[in-house]
C-alpha cells in the first residue's frame, strides 16, 4: 500500500530555517517526479517545489531562491530545505506526484507555522 509521511514541521521565528522529510513506502522516489506542496488555512494547495520527470526542479515564484527540494535516493527520502521563512510560508505542507492524475493517496502533513 502506497503511503507518504511527511516530517520535520514546526514553530519558526520569520527569518529562520526548517527541513521537511517526505519518505514513502510503496513509492521510489528516484523513478517518479515528486513534489511538495503546501495548504494555508483559507486557500487551496499549491505545489511549491517538484522534482520533474526531467530531474529538473521548479520552484513557485513565492519560494525561489528561498527553498530548496533535494532527494536522497539510499533513503528513498526527499526533503525541502526552507530558508529565510516568512510567515505567509505558514501552512500544513504535504508531499506528492506534480501531476494531478498521477498523485498518490496524500499524507497526514507537517504543520510549518512562521512567527512575525
Known amino acids: 500500500q502506497v503511503q507518504l509521511v511527511e516530517s520535520g514541521g514546526g514553530l519558526v521565528q520569520a527569518g529562520g530555517s526548517l527541513r521537511l522529510s517526505c519518505a514513502s513506502s510503496?513509492?521510489?522516489?528516484?523513478?517518479?517526479?515528486i513534489g511538495w506542496y503546501r495548504q494555508a488555512p483559507g486557500k487551496q494547495r499549491e505545489l511549491v517545489a517538484a522534482?520533474?520527470?526531467?530531474?529538473?526542479?521548479n520552484y513557485a515564484d513565492s519560494v525561489k531562491g528561498r527553498f530548496t527540494i533535494s532527494r536522497d535516493n539510499a533513503k528513498n527520502t526527499v526533503y525541502l530545505q526552507m530558508n529565510s521563512l516568512k510567515p505567509e510560508d505558514t501552512a500544513v505542507y504535504y508531499c506528492?506526484?506534480?501531476?494531478?492524475?498521477?498523485?498518490?493517496?496524500w499524507g497526514q502533513g507537517t504543520q510549518v507555522t512562521v512567527s512575525s
Open positions: 506528492n506526484h506534480p501531476l494531478p492524475l498521477l498523485r498518490w493517496t
Open positions: 510503496g513509492i521510489t522516489f528516484s523513478r517518479n517526479a
Open positions: 522534482f520533474v520527470s526531467s530531474g529538473s526542479t
